[in-house]
């Protein structure tokens, strides 16, 4: 059944029998990268704060608005806690997170009693734990036990902290006072435990974090003790009739701020303070007060930058990238196998009394780090037994999970501060395992710990060398780029590096001038950064064909030489078919007939020339039958010609020759509900199919509950 009044958007089952409803319009299937998350007060759920739908209307292109349900929504509240509520946060988050895919900004806006939830998640007991949040926003944040104060005399209140008192200590916190006991205060049941924690009668309740007379050392430990990463902005409403009116608003405020400041926590301090006008909920509120809540919510939500054809003001327009050769490699750059290039992770690094070794402690705090969850691995394919306690062995195995656990439990326990090679070996190894196993929002987050790579922080004092690995200054401009939501510094980060590139071939030339004898050696190394130039063209046109920038793209790759190597053709190729190109794409591999081929089969089948394009894998299937690449793109070309069920053979054939990558679970699954409304009993056979296969089969192959749409 549907309304006309009802909000377009989306409703998701988080956890368990709790939902959230994402505002997004009605024929949207895209992933907002970044979330506002609104959490409301005692009483509230889904659509009861009237101004809730006015922030959706004003979010950015990239945002959308998730109104989070709560065990203690709606009536719920009196039985529950601030514990369980960031529990329930937490799940929320991480569903988003790894589940819907948002990799960008996640941002709590707190309403009412909803701020204490919001404190309750950046200071409370076990914060180190739960997913990191970006910013977060107080909206009418105000005291439960002083808003009491107004509307039961003092000794209503002591009688009934007394029974809740007595019924804790006797062990009955759980158990729900009586109506009389709380003289009807309350439309909802309450136990004794919750009244405690908001009525706070010793000024040290759980739900007490807003209350004016509070204590300078509490206030240090929630205000004053806010992780460094997330801002803050208070919105506090100037005639907030739950407020008392012997609480200096602006004064209070003040204080709270001052905090923040001395904890040297994130505020935005020019927005916060109070907004003239307001009520508690902005319910039949002058245009001014409302706007003067939802224009301070907006200026939280950054906006996506302004595209354009490599608009690149600060580097050089001729670009350090030049007419070099392309490349765009994704999966050769985050392949986590060391690198000979790579700095030895068992050398120790020098240091001298002029210039003592740098301290990178950091980056390994346990804080930055998140926990990896199972619930999104079907329980067949969790494992069964411990995996080995050694990297090299995880990664020779694709057992990347496995490697990110590992890589970041020998960060925070077993390595030296000054231990930089090892350091950002370890770094490598982790935010490449992530990538690997479809866990990039999480790498995307933990990279930002890195900030600016390009200070002179990780630069060698005697040398001015950089400390950080190629590889590993390759894979964070990308992930930088995702983490803070901006594509355009990932452009720019290619061409920073360019610059580099550009800067250790002009040495490399200028050594071979002086010293002829060193030919060989640095003809090697010469040729490595040649190399990395032509990886970096073509990463440039890859970042602006995510930006959606396909014109500029096309104007770039228009600019880069060609490339000798067939990967890097095979890479230039594939981008040009995204730009539509399917000409430019066969120029890329002209001479090599199995690429030209594949090339021209996917061109068909972007033209939806299904059955063309079979012709041509079923050729090139005939000349390689072991390739499972031609087969399971003839399979699709089936399945898009109608020929429903020889698709549904071929790619089961493929599997009982021991295959299981994410392509072919995933189209077989997508078969399976399109053949049968028992889809999800066939799913779960797929399942149980891939993980009695030996090991060596799945390899490399880390399954999720998306692979097989489940």
């Given at each position: 059944?549907?309304?006309?009044?009802?909000?377009?958007?989306?409703?998701?089952?988080?956890?368990?029998?709790?939902?959230?409803?994402?505002?997004?319009?009605?024929?949207?299937?895209?992933?907002?990268?970044?979330?506002?998350?609104?959490?409301?007060?005692?009483?509230d759920?889904?659509?009861?704060?009237?101004?809730?739908?006015?922030?959706?209307?004003?979010?950015?292109?990239?945002w959308?608005?998730?109104?989070?349900?709560?065990?203690?929504?709606?009536?719920?509240?009196?039985?529950?806690?601030?514990?369980?509520?960031?529990?329930?946060?937490?799940?929320?988050?991480?569903?988003?997170?790894?589940?819907?895919?948002?990799?960008?900004?996640?941002?709590?806006?707190?309403?009412?009693?909803?701020?204490?939830?919001v404190?309750?998640?950046?200071?409370?007991?076990?914060?180190?734990?739960?997913?990191?949040?970006?910013?977060?926003?107080?909206?009418?944040?105000?005291?439960?036990?002083?808003?009491?104060?107004?509307?039961?005399?003092?000794?209503?209140?002591?009688?009934?902290?007394?029974?809740?008192?007595e019924?804790?200590?006797?062990?009955?916190?759980?158990?729900?006072?009586?109506?009389?006991?709380?003289?009807?205060?309350?439309?909802?049941?309450?136990?004794?435990?919750?009244?405690?924690?908001?009525?706070?009668?010793?000024?040290?309740?759980?739900?007490?974090?807003?209350?004016s007379?509070?204590?300078?050392?509490?206030?240090?430990?929630?205000?004053?003790?806010?992780?460094?990463?997330?801002?803050?902005?208070?919105?506090?409403?100037?005639?907030?009739?739950?407020?008392?009116?012997?609480?200096?608003?602006?004064?209070?405020?003040?204080?709270?701020?001052?905090?923040?400041?001395?904890?040297?926590?994130?505020?935005?301090?020019?927005?916060s303070?109070?907004?003239?006008?307001?009520?508690?909920?902005?319910?039949?509120?002058?245009?001014?007060?409302?706007?003067?809540?939802?224009?301070?919510?907006?200026?939280?939500?950054?906006?996506?930058s302004?595209?354009?054809?490599?608009?690149?003001?600060?580097?050089?327009?001729?670009?350090?990238?030049?007419?070099?050769?392309?490349?765009?490699?994704?999966?050769q750059?985050?392949?986590?196998?060391?690198?000979?290039?790579?700095?030895?992770?068992?050398?120790?690094?020098?240091?001298?009394?002029?210039?003592?070794?740098?301290?990178?402690?950091?980056?390994?705090?346990?804080?930055?780090?998140?926990?990896?969850?199972?619930?999104?691995?079907?329980?067949?394919?969790?494992?069964?037994?411990?995996?080995?306690?050694?990297?090299?062995?995880?990664?020779?195995?694709?057992?990347?999970?496995?490697?990110?656990?590992?890589?970041?439990?020998?960060?925070?326990?077993?390595?030296?501060?000054?231990?930089?090679?090892?350091?950002?070996?370890?770094?490598?190894?982790?935010?490449?395992?992530?990538?690997?196993?479809?866990?990039?929002?999480?790498?995307?987050?933990?990279?930002?710990?890195?900030?600016?790579?390009?200070?002179?922080?990780?630069?060698?004092?005697?040398?001015?060398?950089?400390?950080?690995?190629?590889?590993?200054?390759?894979?964070?401009?990308?992930?930088?780029?995702?983490?803070?939501?901006?594509?355009?510094?990932?452009?720019?980060?290619?061409?920073?590096?360019?610059?580099?590139?550009?800067?250790?071939?002009?040495?490399?030339?200028?050594?071979?001038?002086?010293?002829?004898?060193?030919?060989?050696?640095?003809?090697?190394?010469?040729?490595?950064?040649?190399?990395?130039?032509?990886?970096?063209?073509?990463?440039v046109?890859?970042?602006?064909?995510?930006?959606?920038?396909?014109?500029?793209?096309?104007?770039?790759?228009?600019?880069?030489?060609?490339?000798?190597d067939?990967?890097?053709?095979?890479?230039r190729?594939?981008?040009?078919?995204?730009?539509?190109?399917?000409?430019?794409?066969?120029?890329?591999?002209?001479?090599?007939?199995?690429?030209?081929?594949?090339?021209?089969?996917?061109?068909?089948?972007?033209?939806?020339?299904?059955?063309?394009?079979?012709?041509?894998w079923?050729?090139?299937?005939?000349?390689?039958?072991?390739?499972e690449?031609?087969?399971?793109?003839?399979?699709?070309?089936?399945?898009?010609?109608?020929?429903?069920?020889?698709?549904?053979?071929?790619?089961?054939?493929?599997?009982?020759?021991?295959?299981?990558?994410?392509?072919?679970?995933?189209?077989?699954s997508?078969?399976?509900?399109?053949?049968?409304?028992?889809?999800?009993?066939?799913?779960?056979?797929?399942?149980?199919?891939?993980?009695?296969?030996?090991?060596?089969?799945?390899?490399?192959?880390?399954?999720?509950?998306?692979?097989?749409?489940?």
């Open positions: 059944m549907t309304s006309n009044n009802a909000p377009p958007g989306k409703l998701h089952n988080y956890a368990g029998k709790l939902v959230a409803f994402e505002h997004v319009a009605a024929d949207n299937d895209d992933i907002q990268s970044n979330g506002l998350f609104f959490i409301g007060g005692l009483g759920g889904l659509f009861t704060v009237p101004f809730a739908a006015q922030i959706s209307h004003l979010l950015p292109l990239t959308s608005l998730v109104q989070v349900n709560l065990s203690s929504s709606y009536g719920g509240w009196g039985t529950s806690s601030l514990g369980k509520d960031v529990d329930e946060l937490s799940k929320c988050v991480d569903y988003f997170r790894n589940v819907v895919g948002m990799c960008g900004k996640i941002i709590f806006m707190g309403h009412s009693t909803g701020c204490q939830d404190m309750h998640y950046l200071v409370g007991p076990g914060k180190e734990s739960r997913p990191p949040i970006d910013g977060a926003i107080l909206q009418a944040s105000v005291s439960d036990r002083q808003a009491m104060e107004g509307q039961l005399s003092e000794e209503q209140r002591s009688n009934t902290n007394k029974i809740a008192a019924w804790v200590a006797a062990g009955r916190g759980e158990d729900v006072l009586s109506s009389a006991a709380t003289h009807g205060f309350f439309d909802a049941p309450i136990c004794a435990r919750r009244w405690l924690s908001l009525a706070s009668p010793n000024h040290d309740g759980e739900d007490d974090y807003f209350s007379d509070l204590s300078d050392e509490q206030y240090q430990k929630t205000f004053g003790s806010l992780p460094k990463r997330t801002r803050l902005c208070i919105l506090y409403s100037g005639k907030d009739e739950y407020v008392p009116e012997y609480v200096d608003k602006k004064a209070l405020v003040e204080k709270w701020i001052g905090f923040v400041k001395r904890g040297s926590g994130l505020l935005d301090e020019k927005n303070g109070v907004v003239e006008g307001a009520t508690h909920d902005l319910k039949n509120n002058p245009e001014e007060a409302i706007n003067g809540v939802l224009s301070r919510v907006e200026v939280q939500l950054p906006r996506r302004t595209r354009g054809p490599v608009d690149l003001s600060q580097a050089p327009v001729s670009g350090p990238l030049g007419s070099s050769s392309p490349t765009l490699s994704n999966s750059t985050l392949s986590p196998t060391h690198s000979q290039r790579s700095p030895n992770p068992s050398s120790r690094p020098t240091s001298s009394p002029a210039f003592p070794a740098k301290d990178f402690s950091r980056l390994l705090r346990p804080e930055l780090y998140h926990p990896l969850p199972t619930t999104d691995i079907p329980a067949p394919l969790r494992p069964s037994s411990p995996p080995p306690q050694d990297l090299p062995t995880l990664l020779s195995t694709s057992r990347f999970r496995a490697a990110a656990v590992l890589a970041a439990n020998l960060l925070t326990t077993a390595t030296a501060p000054t231990d930089h090679p090892t350091i950002f070996a370890l770094l490598y190894v982790r935010l490449a395992s992530l990538t690997l196993c479809n866990a990039t929002a999480l790498a995307a987050q933990e990279v930002k710990a890195l900030e600016d790579l390009n200070s002179a922080l990780y630069l060698d004092p005697l040398t001015s060398a950089h400390l950080v690995p190629w590889e590993l200054r390759v894979l964070a401009v990308r992930l930088q780029g995702i983490g803070f939501n901006d594509p355009r510094r990932g452009v720019v980060g290619y061409f920073e590096l360019a610059r580099d590139a550009r800067r250790a071939l002009t040495a490399l030339r200028k050594t071979l001038a002086e010293d002829p004898e060193s030919g060989d050696a640095t003809l090697v190394e010469r040729h490595m950064w040649e190399e990395r130039l032509v990886d970096l063209g073509v990463r046109a890859g970042a602006l064909v995510e930006m959606e920038d396909l014109e500029g793209a096309a104007m770039h790759l228009r600019t880069l030489g060609e490339g000798a067939r990967v890097v053709g095979a890479r190729a594939l981008l040009w078919l995204r730009l539509g190109d399917v000409e430019a794409a066969r120029g890329c591999v002209g001479g090599i007939e199995e690429a030209d081929g594949v090339v021209l089969a996917l061109g068909e089948m972007a033209d939806g020339k299904y059955e063309d394009a079979a012709m041509i079923e050729q090139l299937a005939e000349r390689d039958g072991g390739n690449m031609y087969a399971q793109n003839l399979a699709v070309c089936m399945l898009y010609s109608g020929q429903i069920d020889e698709a549904k053979d071929m790619l089961e054939d493929l599997l009982d020759k021991g295959k299981s990558f994410h392509a072919l679970t995933f189209n077989l997508t078969i399976y509900e399109l053949c049968t409304d028992r889809s999800r009993q066939l799913k779960l056979q797929l399942v149980e199919k891939v993980a009695a296969m030996p090991e060596a089969d799945r390899a490399g192959w880390e399954k999720t509950n998306a692979d097989f749409k489940l």
